[in-house]
């Protein structure tokens, strides 16, 4: 056992293709007029959903009689906002970002996301630039776009924006997940249930596809449609069945914001999750002012995993976890 | 436990959302019935954990309904059933050490030594000349298995066999 552990779970010849695939992202942006930048992945503060977990750390200052809890960061979303209320312009950033329990042939508790802001650009704009960058990496055809309720309706009969929380239990029971269902009470869980294991496995085979408007209580921190109170203007994109980015219409309201967060928290504390601290920082800086803009976050090693056309995470990064 | 049955989990896909609820894939084999089912949990679901217990017992006889086995240690006896013993019946060889799994005390599978070594009772005695290869013959052994082996394999002599595959290895060391 002892005597592998020390090679790369990934091979030097994927390694190359990494660096190049990372290059032509960087690129791709400079043409476009978009500012790399750099942000922290160790804060103060935290993301408040109650299905990511960050990891915890002490930090010990040399002047303080005690230590202070640090956050590694889920993403780089908060801190790359407070650079777009600040007045940045368009962003982007390439970093390691982190979150515990999550390991598997799709995840590593650390990962590279490329996660990208666009002022002035809406869900629609963005999704046409990721397209381009895709297409770019992977010389695959055009996107194609669909809503999540019209997937849904598809594949399983069912409108997922009205249906009760009966009938979809029993409509999870219908395709063999009876016990899970019989317990759950939560529609979004069921709603995440039957679109990751019936839905997903049948979309984005041959080309990529977004998935648009998404139910309005999976909006996370997307703006509500205008025209359809059910549904939020955040999409996802699909590609050979791995979940490749996710995106929205940026929320830009303070107000709606925090709630969300505390929301999250009453979520956390009914499920004997710990609380965790709202970032007031970000906050502060929608209220100043976070312009109207579109941002998404992409899995750098997902996104090679396709390039690659590898079937494990660990074979396009040097170290995968156990190895770390 | 599922089911009321002890579970053996042979594997298990991780499947999260990016923003959403993590669930677990798993692939499981009841040890009673030996059914493999799929089931889906939600992350950080519990179920109840058997009290499942491998054990090393050297094989004794058998009384044509339980097979027998003892502790070398403690020299405590377990019989086990047919249920238990299944398919493996043909690989038991006297004083050679077995893997049984207990549940709740009792045995419900016995696995071989990877490798058994046994006598072969009967074979067609092969042509003169040939070496290895050539696909070979059936070989019935004392155990009542039968196995294939290279021609020149004769009766009376004892041979090694991978009781995962059911293969011949080679001729036993003596």
Known sequence: MQSNNWRPSASIA???????????????????????VDTPALSHATVTDEHLHSFSTQFQH??????????????????????????????????????????????????TMLEWYRPGFN???????????????????????????????????CDP??????????????????????????RDTLLMLLFSQQVEPHIGQDRPCFVADFPASQAALAQISATNPLV????????????????FHELTDSVEQLSRFERDNKQRQKRGLDRMPIDQNFIAAIESGLPECAGVALGIDRLLMLALKCNKIEQVIAFENSRA | MLDGEPCNILENEFVKPGKGQAFSRVKIRKLISGKVIEKTFKSGDTVEGADVLDTELAYLYSDGEFWHFMNNDTFEQIAADEAAVGENVKWLVENDTCTITLWNGAPIAVQPANFVELEITETDPGLKGDTAGTGGKPATLSSGAVVRVPLFVQTGEVIKVDTRSGEYVSRAQK
Not at chain 1, 14 to 34: G, P, S, T
Not at chain 1, 123 to 151: G, N, R
Not at chain 1, 163 to 169: I, P
Request: aromatic share 10%.
């Open chain 1, 62 to 111: 040399p002047f303080a009689p005690q230590s202070q809890t640090l956050y590694l960061q889920t993403s780089p979303e908060f801190a790359m906002k407070r650079l777009l209320s600040a007045g940045s312009g368009a962003i982007y950033q390439i970093c390691k970002s982190f979150r515990n329990e999550e390991t598997g042939r799709f995840h590593n508790p650390e990962f």
């Open chain 1, 232 to 247: 939020a203007e955040r999409f996802e994109l699909y590609f050979q069945g791995i979940e490749l980015a996710n995106g």
């Open chain 1, 161 to 186: 924006l009205t249906a009760t929380l009966d009938e979809l239990k029993t409509l999870a029971k219908h395709h063999g997940y009876g016990e899970l269902a019989a317990e759950e009470n939560n």
């Open chain 1, 14 to 36: 994927a390694l190359k293709q990494r660096a190049l695939v990372l290059r032509k992202i960087r690129h791709f942006f400079a043409e476009r007029d978009v500012l790399e």
């Open chain 1, 123 to 157: 869900h629609v704009q963005l999704m046409s630039e990721i397209d381009d960058l895709i297409q770019m990496v992977l010389e695959c055809e055009p996107a194609e776009k669909k809503t999540y309720q019209a997937l849904f309706k598809q594949h399983l009969n």
